[in-house]
């Protein structure tokens, strides 16, 4: 599963994509690279692409363990996060409906599904209704693992 990562600091998101077949082990060297990221900050509010992926690696333990890391290693337990699942075809949308059902119950974590990009931007307060507009302000170099 290719993915990558753009940190919008003027906008306090981190925007993730991922296209492919999506498996534990690229998800995983993702965060590695975003945790050691010196761009990233507490707080920042999380815009995930699934729009792209085909298929995902149905490994419901992996993929609990995968959270449960993700979790210790992003998620100030005195914070907040949100996290922004924008799911457009169905193998993105079973992924999305996953993740929401794994961090739904996570106090301090608002999780959300949405299907078309302007309702996932309004979501998260930008103006933007397409995220191209959203990534063509000047940022960071994406970060492809």
Partial sequence: ???????????????????????????RALLDHYVADPDRRPGQRQLIDLSRVTSW?????????????SIARIFAPQGTMMMVLYASTPPGVELAQTFVRAWSDIQGVVVTLQTTESEALSVLGQ???????LLEAPLAAPRTV
């Fill in 57 to 69: 690696e149905r490994d419901f333990v992996g993929l609990m363990k995968y959270q449960a890391e």
């Fill in 1 to 27: 599963m290719p993915g990558s990562y753009r940190i919008l600091p003027r906008q306090g998101i981190v925007y993730v994509e991922y296209h492919g077949n999506a498996s534990i082990d690229d998800a």
């Fill in 127 to 133: 103006p933007e209704t397409r995220i191209i507009d």
